[in-house]
């Protein structure tokens, strides 16, 4: 057992200099007030200590040579699934890849025919309709349902609509849903219940469900992602993503884990791997991986989780104060805050430029996600609570200034 330690989530971490796509995007306006974006979903404070290390020892041994999936590397992938998701994961389900949204694209190109489609669930990361795009396939819209705040529920969610997924599934060119738990960018994390309907429906119709779960470790309040495979029924059509990218901020690594329990969905999913050119393991990955998935990244993970907790409770807090108008989707995972801004009255564009030029607080803008994303922001909350409280400070000041406080 680890003896916890004292993590210090308040360093800001450097991003100048070093090509780092969120800097470069930032608005020079947000620069030269001295705040950072909101938008994306990668830390702004460095990534645990047991993982930076590993890394480093790995580069001073200087052999950046071809690298395979060892046992070693197999061990602490299926350590961590049992000691962090409850999930007894067999040793060839585990198949290294060059990231989540490549793997989605393997999926599609042996899954999928000419005019045949993948279906998702809007509000969601555009990155797979992209994907689909890209690869000349279609997209069938399931949007989730939206149930905004009332007396009886003050804090907004939303809802799987599975009469509509039925009507999806049983098209016969919807082939793949993509499944996100915990959903981007909503912030929810889909129950038993839930994906028990959606792993009945998928084996009724036959249709292959990639599970998106490279969230799956940020959760709060008890809240934890059942891995999609072990819903009854769905192992033997399903392909789950899990990677260290949000866990533990390697966005900016090309590389997952997939989990394909079905042999025969798993040898189809290998061979358009390497038809795909897959190489090797970076070496770099694979000490990542041995250091993320221990006994101190658990212990990292946990205390991460606990001060984003800290920083949702802050926001929604502040906003509840002195801007009741704007609702906060129910959080339950992710480390981002889902924002309805619809109660301001402002067009998406006049919203933008409002939060943009007026309260210097750059976000994610809703429509992203689809048209069900209109007028919604999405803020992305792992960060120093220090630049947290900077922005806040600065959306109420521009807001009072434009009569938008109570």
Not at 7 to 27: C, W
Not at 35 to 53: H, K, M, N, R
Not at 65 to 80: E, F, L, P, R, S
Request: charged share 25%; proline share 4%.
């Amino acid at each position: 057992m680890v003896k916890e330690k004292c993590y210090n989530f308040d360093i800001l971490v450097n991003r100048e200099d070093i090509g780092n796509m969120k800097y470069n995007l930032t608005p020079e306006n947000i620069k030269a007030k001295g705040l950072i974006s909101f938008a994306g979903t990668e830390f702004d404070f460095p990534t645990a200590p047991v993982v930076i290390d590993s890394v480093i020892e790995r580069a001073r041994n200087g052999l950046f040579g071809y690298t395979i999936q060892d046992m070693q590397y197999n061990q602490a992938v299926m350590w961590w699934m049992k000691n962090m998701r409850k999930w007894d994961i067999q040793e060839d389900w585990i198949v290294p890849t060059l990231g989540t949204i490549h793997s989605l694209t393997t999926a599609i190109h042996f899954l999928l025919n000419e005019n045949e489609s993948i279906i998702v669930q809007p509000p969601i990361y555009y990155r797979y309709e992209q994907a689909a795009l890209r690869n000349n396939k279609g997209t069938c819209y399931n949007p989730l349902k939206y149930i905004s705040a009332s007396e009886k529920n003050q804090v907004p969610y939303y809802e799987m609509d599975l009469e509509g997924l039925e009507r999806a599934m049983a098209l016969p060119e919807n082939k793949l849903l993509v499944l996100c738990n915990p959903h981007n960018p909503i912030g929810q994390v889909w129950k038993e219940k839930e994906l028990g309907e959606v792993a009945r429906l998928a084996k009724k119709y036959n249709v292959v469900v990639f599970s998106d779960e490279i969230f799956a470790e940020t959760t709060y309040n008890g809240n934890n992602t059942v891995p999609y495979s072990e819903i009854p029924g769905a192992a033997d059509n399903c392909i789950v993503a899990t990677s260290l990218g949000k866990s533990f901020g390697f966005t900016g690594i090309n590389h997952a884990n997939i989990i394909i329990p079905n042999q025969a969905l798993r040898d189809k999913f290998i061979n358009q791997r390497y038809i795909d050119h897959y190489g090797s393991l970076d070496p770099l990955v694979h000490a990542a991986v041995l250091g993320a998935y221990s006994a101190q990244g658990a212990d990292w993970i946990r205390a991460m989780n606990e001060y984003v907790w800290e920083n949702s409770v802050y926001v929604r807090r502040k906003i509840s104060e002195n801007l009741p108008q704007i609702k906060i989707n129910l959080h339950q995972g992710a480390y981002i805050n889902w924002i309805d801004l619809n109660g301001l009255g402002l067009s998406d564009k006049d919203t933008m430029d409002f939060l943009l030029e007026d309260a210097k607080f750059h976000m994610e803008e809703g429509c992203s996600y689809g048209k069900e994303g209109s007028g919604f922001t999405r803020l992305q909350i792992a960060c120093p609570r220090r630049e947290l409280e900077k922005a806040i400070i600065s959306l109420i000041e521009a807001s009072r200034k434009r009569g938008f406080c109570k």
